[in-house]
Nanobody
Framework: QVQLVESGGGLVQAGGSLRLSCAAS????????VGWFRQAPGKEREFVAV????????NYADSVKGRFTISRDNAKNAVFLHMNSLNPEDTAVYYC?????????????????WGQGTQVTVSS
């Protein structure tokens, strides 16, 4: 069982940066692949980024590649999403999720545990 809590969202101007955090409970956190997803109003939840159990593999959606960076600190049971060059299209609720699957899954259905989400709003 893993419980996830996101933080770090907020209101930022276009071109700005935010760092989201995902704090996890459970002693086996390093046994989970962790992904970030986002959902804008009226849209489906979409994949943003994923990091492997060890942190050695990462993958990103094309829309955020080069602007977002995912990282993790297993000693602190935490995963981070560094977001730069934000634009209004990045406005959404951001969720972190944990999966027992390897291979960097990018489908929400492959994730077992979800946080409650944190709102990111980018103004133009």
């Amino acid at each position: 069982q893993v419980q996830l809590v996101e933080s770090g969202g907020g209101l930022v101007q276009a071109g700005g940066s935010l760092r989201l955090s995902c704090a996890a409970s459970g002693r086996t956190f390093s046994s989970y692949t962790v992904g970030w997803f986002r959902q804008a109003p009226g849209k489906e939840r979409e994949f943003v980024a994923v990091i492997s159990m060890s942190g050695g593999y990462t993958n990103y959606a094309d829309s955020v590649k080069g602007r977002f960076t995912i990282s993790r600190d297993n000693a602190k049971n935490a995963v981070f999403l560094h977001m730069n060059s934000l634009n209004p299209e990045d406005t959404a609720v951001y969720y972190c999720a944990a999966s027992s699957r390897i291979g960097g899954p990018n489908r929400a259905s492959l994730y077992d545990y979800w946080g409650q989400g944190t709102q990111v709003t980018v103004s133009s």
